[in-house]
């Protein structure tokens, strides 16, 4: 009797269990502790995350409507004659006042040319399909409806897959310069939202509904593509850039070896490339000097710190601890983030160029302190974290 009552609690356990406690024990880039949290708190009527769920299920169900994404809609025409390829021009690049044909493009810091987001590069066409299958991964996991899972697939197989609709796994016109360049390796940062596409690959997997087909292409355009920014003149390039696009191409190439399950290669990046850019990107007081020299000097700090911790989470999960490493000189992530608060908590006046409002880079850098202390276990900046919440 005794052994049937066992036997059914384990039954009842494991048929309860979230993903986070996945038994094969495999490395995912997906947090599903994050998801879980969040459908608890669904389930049991709170207010704030049931108004959430409620709007992104209707975003999601307006995404079942909507049309495949796909690099080949762009009017324009990459310099290699193929629309499969990705194309996108710098951001902060406009037409020369001083030529007739306002060739070549001069860069104005922080000011976004219209230009450059428009459908005839692939810029808006790649963020609305990120976005869109982030939203439907998590209408899939809070609502355990699989036809926002099945529009998810349809869409990362339009946008990886079909012949007729495909990416080439290359960022070789991301961020060209008319007049100066066809491409540049700083578009590679354009695709820092490829996680979520793993993600949503993981919990279809996780699951048992990927189609394996869909599985084993993504798994080759996967390989192409972290082969073409670990091999690529442009993919060399940007792997040495010394501010935020370096950091953010650790993300990416970290994310998906991950997801190719080569968990070696990533503890050895992270432990050696990673943390020498921690020393070489942060000064001892804390400081960014890279990103500090920017148009948007508190935004784009806040954005590179944010992108540390990125990969300070992607090392818990191989068992490399990078909020912990110190330079002898005191160089850390965590110095960074110390750097930040006494402009957060208003005890000193930001005089640096901002030439955007800097709420949105303020509320990321408290919902980042939040994390360090909740996941962290650094209880380092409750001062800081008391001082706003009784503002």
């Given at each position: 009797m005794i052994k049937k009552v066992i036997v059914l609690f384990l039954i009842i356990c494991f048929s309860n269990c979230n993903f986070a406690q996945d038994i094969s024990g495999k490395i995912r880039v997906i947090e599903y502790q994050e998801l879980e949290n969040q459908k608890n708190l669904i389930k049991k009527g709170n207010k704030e995350a049931v108004d959430s769920f409620n709007k992104l299920i209707k975003q999601a169900h307006k995404l079942l409507e909507c049309k495949s994404f796909s690099v080949v809609n762009k009017t324009g025409v990459p310099p290699s004659k193929s629309k499969h390829d990705y194309m996108s021009i710098g951001?902060?690049?406009?037409?020369?006042?001083?030529?007739?044909?306002?060739?070549?493009?001069?860069?104005?810091?922080?000011?976004?040319?219209?230009?450059?987001?428009?459908?005839?590069?692939?810029?808006?066409?790649?963020?609305?399909?990120?976005?869109?299958?982030?939203?439907?991964?998590?209408?899939?996991?809070?609502s355990d409806d699989e036809k926002y899972a099945d529009k998810g697939m349809q869409l990362i197989k339009a946008w990886f897959l079909d012949d007729a609709t495909k990416m080439n796994p290359n960022v070789n016109y991301g961020q060209y310069v008319p007049g100066q360049s066809e491409g540049r390796c700083f578009g590679i940062l354009e695709f820092?939202?490829?996680?979520?596409?793993?993600?949503?690959?993981?919990?279809?997997?996780?699951?048992?509904i990927l189609d394996k087909k869909i599985e084993k292409g993504i798994l080759n355009w996967l390989t192409e593509y972290a082969n073409w920014l670990q091999k690529s003149k442009l993919g060399k390039k940007e792997a040495t850039?010394?501010?935020?696009?370096?950091?953010?191409?650790?993300?990416?190439?970290?994310?998906?070896?991950?997801?190719?399950?080569?968990?070696?290669?990533?503890?050895?990046?992270?432990?050696?490339?990673?943390?020498?850019?921690i020393f070489q990107q942060i000064e001892p007081d804390g400081s960014q000097p890279k990103e500090l020299a920017r148009t948007k000097s508190y935004s784009y700090t806040v954005m590179n710190l944010s992108g540390f911790l990125e990969l300070v989470k992607l090392g818990q999960k191989v068992g490399v601890n990078l909020w912990n490493v110190a330079s002898e000189d005191g160089r850390s992530i965590k110095k960074g983030y110390q750097y930040m608060l006494p402009y957060l908590i208003q005890e000193k006046e930001w005089k640096l160029p901002q030439i955007v409002d800097k709420k949105h880079s303020e509320d990321k850098l408290i919902s980042d302190l939040k994390y360090i202390k909740r996941e962290l276990n650094d209880n380092s900046f409750d001062k800081a974290l008391d001082l706003i919440k009784n503002k």
């Amino acid at each position: 009797m005794i052994k049937k009552v066992i036997v059914l609690f384990l039954i009842i356990c494991f048929s309860n269990c979230n993903f986070a406690q996945d038994i094969s024990g495999k490395i995912r880039v997906i947090e599903y502790q994050e998801l879980e949290n969040q459908k608890n708190l669904i389930k049991k009527g709170n207010k704030e995350a049931v108004d959430s769920f409620n709007k992104l299920i209707k975003q999601a169900h307006k995404l079942l409507e909507c049309k495949s994404f796909s690099v080949v809609n762009k009017t324009g025409v990459p310099p290699s004659k193929s629309k499969h390829d990705y194309m996108s021009i710098g951001p902060y690049w406009w037409p020369n006042p001083n030529s007739e044909n306002g060739l070549p493009y001069i860069r104005k810091d922080g000011e976004i040319n219209p230009e450059t987001r428009n459908n005839a590069t692939d810029y808006v066409e790649k963020t609305n399909f990120i976005s869109a299958v982030k939203t439907l991964t998590k209408a899939y996991y809070y609502s355990d409806d699989e036809k926002y899972a099945d529009k998810g697939m349809q869409l990362i197989k339009a946008w990886f897959l079909d012949d007729a609709t495909k990416m080439n796994p290359n960022v070789n016109y991301g961020q060209y310069v008319p007049g100066q360049s066809e491409g540049r390796c700083f578009g590679i940062l354009e695709f820092k939202g490829i996680e979520s596409v793993l993600k949503f690959l993981e919990l279809t997997k996780d699951q048992k509904i990927l189609d394996k087909k869909i599985e084993k292409g993504i798994l080759n355009w996967l390989t192409e593509y972290a082969n073409w920014l670990q091999k690529s003149k442009l993919g060399k390039k940007e792997a040495t850039r010394e501010n935020n696009h370096g950091t953010y191409y650790d993300i990416q190439l970290l994310n998906i070896l991950l997801y190719l399950h080569r968990i070696e290669e990533v503890k050895e990046y992270l432990t050696t490339i990673t943390t020498a850019r921690i020393f070489q990107q942060i000064e001892p007081d804390g400081s960014q000097p890279k990103e500090l020299a920017r148009t948007k000097s508190y935004s784009y700090t806040v954005m590179n710190l944010s992108g540390f911790l990125e990969l300070v989470k992607l090392g818990q999960k191989v068992g490399v601890n990078l909020w912990n490493v110190a330079s002898e000189d005191g160089r850390s992530i965590k110095k960074g983030y110390q750097y930040m608060l006494p402009y957060l908590i208003q005890e000193k006046e930001w005089k640096l160029p901002q030439i955007v409002d800097k709420k949105h880079s303020e509320d990321k850098l408290i919902s980042d302190l939040k994390y360090i202390k909740r996941e962290l276990n650094d209880n380092s900046f409750d001062k800081a974290l008391d001082l706003i919440k009784n503002k």
